[in-house]
């Protein structure tokens, strides 16, 4: 008689319709521009991811960029990242294992990052979707 040995794929619709797990982590000093992007590794692929740049409101502007490769947020592939300037958020229903975040200018925001983690292990998701189109 067969063992079937059933777990969570990227295609099983029911490992995002659960509750996620929580991932939470903030006062994260992003480098600055020029240096390596700062990464973020997730143990499971996300259900859902949100980026904040905490740098407080009324000051110096230090925006903040974030990626879902270092090359993209670098801007070495087309500048494929995104720029939340002072106390914006960045919300998504993004399956990605990894994250990038690097600062704009010369300056380091501080950011913060939110995640729900389905119960898919980060292995099934080869290369974090990079070097796909529009993703650097």
């Known amino acids: 008689m067969p063992t079937y040995d059933y777990r969570p794929g990227l295609g099983n619709a029911a490992a995002y319709q659960v509750s996620s797990q929580p991932y939470l982590t903030s006062s994260l000093t992003v480098p600055a521009s020029g240096s390596d992007p700062m990464e973020i590794s997730f143990p499971y692929v996300t259900k859902f991811i949100v980026i904040t740049n905490n740098t407080p409101v009324g000051g110096a ?27 914006q958020s960045f ?39 990079s070097g796909s189109a529009g993703v650097g």
């Open 91 to 129: 919300e998504a229903d993004f399956r990605v294992t990894k994250i990038y975040l690097m600062s704009d200018d010369g300056n380091q925001p501080t950011a913060s990052v939110i995640a729900g983690l389905t119960g898919i292990d980060q292995r099934n998701l080869v290369n974090n979707w």
């Open 61 to 87: 502007n230090i925006p903040l960029r974030f990626g879902i490769s270092a090359a993209g947020v670098k801007g070495l592939i087309n500048n494929n990242y995104g720029i939340l300037n002072n106390g």
